[in-house]
């Protein structure tokens, strides 16, 4: 039954990252003053299938000069890693139920960097490596503070799971204890998952769509359906941990709006300068985050003292 319930929400989800494409293109266009994809279906329904179509029977080409099997596997193993973390997710279906859940998050996001490194490195193309490396130094940077928010919180609840985290939020959401944290979070999952302004990865104005320039078809598909899912489970795990509110309707709304936050952000923002990206990362956003865990240690040991 686990693995009929798992099943059921890796086709969810794959049904969500097809419509989230839509929907990006509709909301950009609509951001722009035009229309977006409204010719294949009534409004644009079936785009997402007939770009589906298009892309898997597609003719795969590769470099030559290319790592083969290191090209070939590295999107598979970005969009396998992304699915693999929606096992996070308290679903009232008792699918998972772990206790340090959100150290299994950090870990498996930590492993992210790897397919990302390597689809630029294999495809021995000089604009794909670059693009790559600004892509790992980007997410590695941008870990630590993830990690450090995610500290505040288990210092102060004292709990390892998600689930027990909206648990915990029942009387009042932790945003309004955790608004700047909160600010943080999202800077950093905007920065993690490569999305405007901090789409570094792929910077078309300098880097030619960066790390993948090489692929086509399949390939191309499956680094931006891992890219895309990465895309809902941030916003989840955010409303887990700051807005709470048990698994229904009104978390799946809480979510949906913090996706159309990040698509929006993507139509209102220019792409950020990457020296200023780094510096924000180490100058700004490292000390913040260790000031607001040593205070909420303080915090924790007044409470407990008192």
Request: charged letters at 10%; a neutral charge.
């Amino acid at each position: 039954m686990v693995l009929l319930y798992y099943l059921t929400v890796l086709v969810c989800v794959l049904i969500s990252v097809a419509f989230l494409t839509l929907f990006e293109r509709k909301v950009l266009g609509y951001v722009q003053i035009r229309k977006g994809p409204n010719k294949v279906g009534l409004i644009g329904i079936l785009q997402p299938f007939s770009d589906a179509i298009k892309l898997f029977t597609k003719e795969q080409t590769w470099s030559n000069v290319s790592n083969l099997i290191l090209y070939y596997f590295s999107p598979v193993f970005m969009f396998f890693m992304a699915l693999f973390l929606w096992v996070l997710i308290p679903f009232s279906s008792g699918l998972f139920d772990f206790n340090f859940s959100l150290f299994f998050f950090l870990c498996i996001l930590s492993l992210g960097v790897y397919p990302l490194m390597i689809a630029g490195w294999s495809s021995n193309s000089k604009y794909a490596l670059l693009g790559g490396l600004r892509g790992v130094a980007q997410t590695i940077s941008y870990e630590v503070s993830l990690a450090l928010v995610v500290l505040c919180f288990i210092l102060f609840i004292g709990e390892y799971s998600l689930d027990n985290f909206i648990d915990f939020q029942s009387p009042v959401v932790l945003f309004f204890l955790y608004y700047f944290l909160c600010l943080v979070w999202l800077v950093s999952c905007l920065a993690e998952m490569n999305r405007t302004p901090f789409d570094f990865a792929e910077g078309e104005s300098e880097l030619v769509s960066g790390f993948n320039v090489e692929y086509s078809a399949g390939g191309f598909a499956l680094l931006f359906l891992g890219e895309y899912s990465m895309i809902i489970l941030m916003c989840t795990v955010m409303v887990s941990l700051f807005f709470g509110g048990e698994l229904g309707f009104f978390y799946f709304m809480k979510s949906s709006g913090l996706v159309f936050l990040v698509l929006w952000l993507r139509g209102t923002l220019p792409r950020y300068r990457y020296d200023k990206l780094m510096g924000l990362a180490w100058k700004s956003i490292l000390p913040f985050s260790l000031h607001m865990l040593f205070f909420y240690m303080s915090m924790k040991v007044l409470i407990e003292f008192f």
